[in-house]
């Protein structure tokens, strides 16, 4: 049989390449990368398949030249490399989650300018069941509504965007090489002398507070906080409150208290599902705390 990339079956997407991130990027490694397909039943399907049936979604990576058509389940094993296989419950259909890691990994390493090319091959979807790719016949409607309007995408509201939301998703988490000296100011406390004021980690997990079903990721994150005190003038920030703590030390003022506070905040991104099942991606900032000090 002829492998045709896009064949009914045969579901085939680009992404861009990692690789065209700007200078600044540099020196960054993938932590975790997630593939997230969206399935479902087609509208007019008469579809009722035993309680007990799987799908099987596998999922390739095209890893040499640019061909779209292979004659040959050799050829095609020659250019392409297995990356998953991911089992789906008929009853289950919907937002597929599907760990690519290690092959999003490979493909940065290799230094090169190429986008990652995915192949989906779906067992048991036949006909029935339509997997979501990117919609290339609505980006050239949304091209030639904003050619005919004028109108330019920037100052659209968001209702009046042709997007997709079914389309495929990769949602890859990055890290740095590079592991920076920990400033006084940042010091966590498990290594911070008895009371002196320190960043606490602290975990919120997401699925404890029963947001799971709404929040795609993460599933939790770090927030911290700080905790306690600020009698030592190594935690001062400046040689105001240095001064003023003498004073409070010397009885010379009353009611002066430092607090071990943030002084340093990271923002965060979360991936939820919004109206009608929307996949939305917003960032939120002063969401972890980095630093405490004694401001």
Known sequence: PRFILGAPGHQFFVFPSLNSLPSTMHGIRIYNATLWIR???????????????SLILWVFRLIS??????NDEEEFSKHTAM??????????????????TNAVRAWHSEKTNDSLRL?????????????????????????SLLKAQKLNPKKMRPDESVVDYNRPYLFVSLATNHVKRLRRRALDCTGAPNEQCCKQKFYVD????????????????????CKGSCLLPDKFSAEYQY???EYRRQGQVTGIHQCCAPTKYSPMSLIFYGPGSRVIKQDLAKMIVEECGCP
């Open 243 to 245: 001064v003023v703590d």
């Open 119 to 143: 192949f989906v091959d779906c067992s048991g979807c036949g006909n029935k069941i339509t997997i979501h790719l990117f919609n290339e016949n609505q980006n050239k409607a949304k091209e």
């Open 65 to 70: 030249g640019s061909k779209n058509v292979f």
């Open 39 to 53: 399935l479902e039943l087609k509208a007019n399907a008469n579809f009722m398949p035993a309680t007990n049936k």
């Open 206 to 225: 997401f699925k404890a507070l029963k947001w799971d079903d709404w929040i795609i990721r993460p599933h939790g994150y770090y927030a911290n906080y």
């Open 83 to 100: 990356v998953a296989k991911h089992t789906i419950s008929v009853e289950k259909l919907g937002w597929q989650e599907i760990d690519v």
